[in-house]
């Protein structure tokens, strides 16, 4: 179980350079995917320029966490429980934070994501 949670934990932070690569544009992960174009949020205060660089950050840091507590528990450490919760809960926070308020193509903009961020904190929580 150590095994599949920790590579299950490294590759769903890779999932995160991916978003990364598209919200600066490098690739488009999805033709006339727009994300994060759009924040209902952050849109109002800031240009999309500068929107996508706050994803792209925000990215990168949930990549980190995803990876760092997948090693930790390859490793067996400890702290692997506390980094992955907190970059859970960081995660789902911040692609709520830049859903464009449509329900539609949920699935583009993160929503599952925050699925299996929901998940992985609630069987954290009751199985370890």
């Avoid at 949670?5 to 978003?19: D, E, M, Q, V």
């Avoid at 699925?115 to 609630?122: E, F, G, H, R």
């Amino acid at each position: 179980m150590k095994l599949f949670t920790g590579i299950f934990f490294i590759l769903h932070g890779l999932i995160y350079l991916l978003y990364f690569a598209h919200s600066q544009r490098y690739f488009e992960l999805k033709p006339g995917l727009l994300w994060p174009d759009g924040s209902w949020l952050f849109s109002k205060f800031i240009g999309e320029k500068s929107l996508r660089k706050l994803a792209g950050i925000f990215c990168i840091l949930s990549a980190a966490g995803f990876i760092l507590g997948g090693i930790f528990r390859l490793a067996n450490l400890s702290l692997w429980e506390p980094v992955i919760i907190a970059t859970s809960v960081f995660a789902s926070l911040f692609f709520i934070l830049l859903w464009d308020g449509k329900i539609q193509r949920l699935d583009d903009k993160g929503g599952i994501s925050v699925v299996i961020n929901s998940l992985i904190i609630i069987l954290l929580l009751v199985f370890f």
